[in-house]
């Protein structure tokens, strides 16, 4: 179905117009995700502020729920015109986004999403890698995350001995991680794992606490460990550098300004709706439980061993990744702070 609409697309043009009579210019914006999920409020709240600023020269038109854009070949799509703007998923690629896939895995000691995305620009200005695997796009916005937890159906985790035999859902940079404690680590796009779990296909999922409501966990799992898991930042909203570069230039410069805008919105509703999802599992009847401090150190060591490991890894695709890590690791202070650094 998917790459029917795909060929419909590139046959009959699913990308935004412009209005000559009017003068106002439509651009298409495609998310995988329903228009009340945070993401998307961030979204909107983005497509308000380009609009207002461009003072009726421009339109957004969204696209939601996965209509347009695949959760693992969306940079492709964008690229080719599927649709103009779109959340893109690089941690998801099939190929050709190694270092991106890999550097989420570099923010241990990181807590906020401003300090993720300071991480994420001082990591990408370093190496001219992140700029040939987004060749061909325009980003406009960097996306950092809360920080999750282990959320299983029908088994109460308490140490990371409890975990082994666990087939959980796993960002790519902790699939080594979890192996190391005896789990079955899969990788799916977020969309899937709420069926993945009604059917028992999966045992868990590493999310925070606001997939409760916002992807409606809830209602098909019944535990959340709470132990310190790193995340990491990557560009997730962005332009197909065609489109943008038929773009008038006053247009451009509204899309410029809506970087910082966008990317405050999704570090805003992503915040909000941790509280309100912890709350809606509490009535929900999730039990919370705790992993001891020992465990939580000896997950943060194999965590930062594999991190570096991999990193020396993408020596084989032609990529310096260990010059990146030790950026990273240089540039986060004591305090979970970012101050960019060069690697020494």
């Known amino acids: 179905m998917r790459a029917a609409i795909f060929t419909l697309c590139l046959l009959a043009g699913c990308g935004g117009t412009a209005d000559i009579d009017s003068g106002v210019i439509e651009l298409v914006y495609a998310s995988p995700y ?28 969204p696209s939601w729920s996965g209509a347009l854009l695949s959760s693992d070949q969306s940079m492709i799509e964008l690229r080719h015109g599927v649709a103009d703007i779109g959340l893109i998923t690089p941690i998801y690629a099939k190929g050709g986004a190694h270092l991106l896939r890999t550097q989420t895995g570099f923010y241990s000691g990181v807590r906020t999403v ?32 809360n920080l999750p937890g282990l959320l299983t159906r029908n088994t109460p985790v308490h140490s990371l001995a409890d ?20 789990v079955d680590p899969v990788s799916m796009p977020m969309g899937e794992v709420y069926s993945a779990l009604a059917k028992g296909i999966i045992d868990g999922v590493i999310a925070p606490t606001d ?8 209602e098909v799992a019944h535990y959340y460990a709470e132990f ?41 509703r992503t915040l909000a709706a941790v509280t309100t999802g912890a709350e809606y599992g509490r009535a929900q009847g999730i039990t919370l439980t705790a992993i001891p401090p020992e465990d939580q150190r000896r997950f943060a060591e194999t965590y930062e061993r594999y991190a570096r490991r ?29 101050e960019c650094r060069r690697a020494p």
Not at 240 to 268: C, F, H, M, Y
Not at 315 to 326: C, N, P
Request: charged share 25%; aromatic share 8%.
């Open 114 to 145: 401003g300090n993720q995305v300071a991480l994420y620009r001082c990591m990408a200005e370093q190496s001219p890698e992140f700029a040939a695997e987004l060749a061909g796009l325009e980003v406009l916005a960097v996306q950092g995350g």
């Open 34 to 61: 329903s228009p009340n999920h945070p993401f998307s409020l961030a979204d909107r709240d983005w497509m308000a502020f380009v609009e207002r600023e461009a003072a009726g020269r421009l339109r957004i038109r």
């Open 211 to 218: 997939t409760f409501l916002s992807l409606h966990f809830a």
């Open 310 to 338: 991999t990193a020396e890894a993408l020596d084989a695709y032609g990529i310096d990744g260990l010059s990146v890590y030790q950026a990273a690791k240089a540039s986060i202070t004591d305090t979970g702070t970012v």
């Open 163 to 182: 975990m082994e035999g666990l087939r959980i859902r796993a960002p790519t940079e902790l699939l080594p991680v979890l192996r190391e404690f005896g």
């Open 228 to 268: 310190e898991v790193p995340r990491g930042a990557y560009p997730a909203r962005a332009m197909g550098t065609r489109k943008w570069n038929s773009l008038p230039g006053d247009i451009r410069d509204v899309l410029l300004r809506g970087v910082p805008v966008w990317e405050q919105a999704l570090a805003e």
